[in-house]
């Protein structure tokens, strides 16, 4: 079976949908999806408190 090759778009995305639920979750929007040999090794939303 051959493994199917994500574009930098793709992952751009994901990071997107990461920084979407960020702003849902009234956080700063901000998402990161780390890959290395197309293989998601890492991936975060940006922690924040609004009130200050």
Wanted: no cysteine; proline share 4%.
């Amino acid at each position: 079976m051959s493994e199917v090759e994500f574009s930098h778009e793709y992952w751009m995305r994901h990071a997107m949908t990461l920084a979407k639920r960020a702003w849902d979750e009234r956080e700063v929007p901000v998402g990161a999806v780390l890959v290395h040999n197309n293989r998601v090794i890492g991936r975060r939303l940006e922690p924040s408190d609004w009130s200050t």
